[in-house]
């Protein structure tokens, strides 16, 4: 079975994602909002999420939406590597910088 591993830019991203919410929703929001991405991270890990190519972005990657949020990963027979999670507004190619 696949695993994934989340970036330090994507555990970055989760904070971010966290403190944001609970400032503008609270803590039962964020909570149940944190859980939807993990959940679909794991679906993306089973098979049961759907995602796309995000070559368009960056060669190699693939996209899956959740909520207001695009999750970037690459893939491998063995591994979902998880790239960043950046709101649907922001400038994504520029925030998956070179370092990613």
Same mark, same amino acid.
């Given at each position: 079975?696949?695993?994934?591993? +989340?970036?330090?830019?994507? *555990?970055?991203? =989760?904070?971010? &994602?966290?403190?944001?919410?609970?400032?503008?929703?609270?803590?039962?929001?964020? *909570?149940?909002? &944190? +859980?939807? &991405?993990?959940?679909?991270?794991?679906? =993306?890990?089973?098979?049961?999420?759907?995602? +796309?190519?995000?070559?368009?972005?960056? *060669?190699?990657?693939?996209?899956?939406?959740?909520?207001?949020?695009?999750?970037?990963?690459?893939?491998?027979?063995? =591994?979902?590597?998880?790239?960043? &999670? =950046?709101?649907?507004?922001?400038?994504?190619?520029?925030? +998956?910088?070179?370092?990613?």
């Amino acid at each position: 079975m696949r695993a994934y591993v +989340l970036s330090p830019a994507a *555990e970055r991203d =989760l904070d971010d &994602i966290w403190d944001y919410t609970v400032g503008r929703w609270g803590e039962a929001q964020a *909570e149940r909002y &944190i +859980l939807s &991405i993990e959940s679909s991270v794991a679906g =993306l890990v089973e098979g049961t999420q759907p995602s +796309l190519s995000a070559a368009d972005v960056r *060669e190699g990657y693939r996209k899956a939406r959740v909520g207001m949020h695009v999750v970037f990963f690459r893939e491998s027979p063995s =591994l979902i590597d998880v790239v960043r &999670i =950046l709101h649907q507004q922001m400038d994504i190619p520029g925030s +998956l910088g070179d370092d990613d």
